[in-house]
């Protein structure tokens, strides 16, 4: 278990409103086996739409099928298919052998047709494990789809605070968006709102990899509700870089992480703003970590900046980790700006986004050669964007700037501390 807050620089400057940036690194424990590990209580929500004919349903059903192999008796499962329709296949139900049968005899009568009511078959099954929340366990929903939502409820924002409610509730949502169609803005607010993940399946021969893998990962589940508290004095402001749920409270700022499988690796990236100051006074914030079994006890680390003079602050050494960490955050933060400048026919903003963090990141690179290798890579990308890109070109950036931004792996599953392996599907 590990929890590490660094800052870039630790002096500020007295007449000039600084901001520095805070990298927090949450390493989790490993799994104790011999206590067993929470009931899990699982809903699959499968978009049955007609776009989904073919390979897409039937590999999304056989994931559904390895998924629910995995289940213990203790554990709960439900099934809901949608198009304009809404139907609830398995009715959330303990995983006993019998039920995993019944199950896998229902899902063989699932075919794909109609439209898409992706918010309609979601909440359905968020119901589902609503109905049957386990306090001692993990509660989510993973919903698959290859297409709009275009039928019910649409609007993105609403269904990202629904999300965001339902997390509140006790019940996670995971999304999983396949081919070129769906919209990855959208799926990416549900899952971020919801406390899971997002993920883009470029090819359905990778649907059962990823669900199955999702699935495990929460199986392996070791702290629950994981949350960064980042207290600071009156003046300072704190700014949430990473793509995660924020609560604000009187001078404290909490970042909802979620829940964390055993030996999972999270960089946070902050940024704060500091009021003018005198030379030689200090200010500070403390930033904890809590969650909600109590498995990081007493974590918590008090920074310190000082005010000082521009010479000194010229002169005063940086932390490289954290400047790799904040520069990783911004260009993909440049990537999805682009991508959606591109999707819009802004040509010319989509590669002003990443010209521009290229230049920012390039003042503080000096030779140090991560940060040359991401300035390099992103001036090399800009001219991708002067032009209209194909959609599997803008779905593999907008996805794999996510998975930076979110702490993942290149496909999009869990980090694990080096020398672990990651969990397996």
């Given at each position: 278990m590990n929890f590490n807050v660094r800052t870039d620089r630790s002096l500020i400057r007295p007449a000039y409103k600084s901001n520095r940036f805070v990298l927090a690194e949450i390493v989790a424990p490993p799994a104790r086996r011999e206590h067993g590990r929470p009931p899990v209580n699982l809903a699959f929500v499968l978009d049955r739409s007609g776009s989904m004919n073919g390979d897409k349903i039937r590999l999304a059903k056989q994931a559904?099928?390895?998924?629910?192999?995995?289940?213990?008796?203790?554990?709960?499962?439900?099934?809901?298919?949608?198009?304009?329709?809404?139907?609830?296949?398995?009715?959330?139900?303990?995983?006993?052998?019998?039920?995993?049968?019944?199950?896998?005899?229902?899902?063989?009568?699932?075919?794909?047709?109609g439209s898409t009511n992706l918010g309609e078959g979601w909440l359905r099954g968020c119901e589902q494990v609503a109905a049957a929340l386990s306090a001692e366990g993990v509660n989510r929903c993973l919903l698959l789809t290859d297409g709009l939502a275009n039928v019910g409820i649409t609007d993105r924002d609403e269904l990202a605070r629904h999300a965001g409610e339902l997390r509140a509730r006790g019940v996670s949502t995971t999304t999983f968006g396949v081919g070129d169609d769906f919209d990855e803005v959208l799926l990416q607010a549900?899952?971020?709102?919801?406390?899971?993940?997002?993920?883009?399946?470029?090819?359905?021969?990778?649907?059962?990899?990823?669900i199955t893998s999702e699935v495990g990962?929460?199986?392996?589940?070791?702290?629950?509700?994981?949350?960064?508290?980042?207290?600071?004095?009156?003046?300072?402001?704190?700014?949430?870089?990473?793509?995660?749920?924020?609560?604000?409270?009187?001078?404290?700022?909490?970042?909802?992480?979620?829940?964390?499988?055993?030996?999972?690796?999270?960089?946070?990236?902050?940024?704060?703003?500091?009021?003018?100051?005198?030379?030689?006074?200090?200010?500070?914030?403390?930033?904890?970590?809590?969650?909600?079994?109590?498995?990081?006890?007493?974590?918590?680390?008090?920074?310190?900046?000082?005010?000082?003079?521009?010479?000194?602050?010229?002169?005063?050494?940086?932390?490289?980790?954290?400047?790799?960490?904040?520069?990783?955050?911004?260009?993909?933060?440049?990537r999805q700006e682009a991508v959606g400048r591109n999707r819009a026919g802004d040509y010319k903003a989509a590669q002003r986004a990443v010209e521009a963090t290229a230049r920012r990141i390039r003042k503080y690179a000096g030779r140090d050669p991560e940060l040359r290798a991401v300035v390099s890579e992103l001036e090399g990308e800009a001219h991708q964007f002067m032009a209209p890109m194909a959609l599997p070109a803008l779905k593999v950036a907008y996805a794999s700037a996510s998975y930076v931004m979110r702490s993942r792996m290149p496909d999009g599953k869990v980090v694990k501390e080096p020398g672990r392996p990651p969990t397996e599907p």
């Open positions: 559904v099928e390895a998924s629910i192999a995995r289940l213990h008796d203790e554990d709960r499962f439900a099934i809901v298919v949608y198009d304009e329709q809404v139907d609830v296949v398995v009715g959330s139900t303990r995983a006993t052998a019998d039920a995993r049968r019944m199950a896998v005899d229902r899902l063989k009568e699932i075919d794909a047709r549900m899952a971020s709102g919801g406390g899971g993940h997002f993920y883009y399946i470029a090819s359905a021969t990778s649907i059962e990899d990823l990962e929460t199986l392996d589940i070791v702290a629950r509700d994981v949350i960064v508290e980042v207290t600071a004095p009156d003046g300072v402001d704190v700014e949430l870089l990473s793509p995660y749920p924020t609560r604000d409270g009187r001078g404290r700022t909490e970042i909802v992480v979620g829940d964390l499988t055993s030996d999972e690796r999270v960089s946070i990236v902050l940024r704060l703003n500091f009021p003018y100051g005198q030379v030689g006074h200090s200010t500070g914030a403390v930033v904890g970590l809590a969650d909600r079994d109590d498995v990081f006890a007493d974590g918590s680390v008090k920074l310190v900046w000082e005010y000082a003079t521009d010479q000194e602050n010229d002169s005063q050494d940086r932390d490289r980790e954290v400047d790799r960490a904040v520069a990783r955050t911004f260009a993909s933060r440049a």
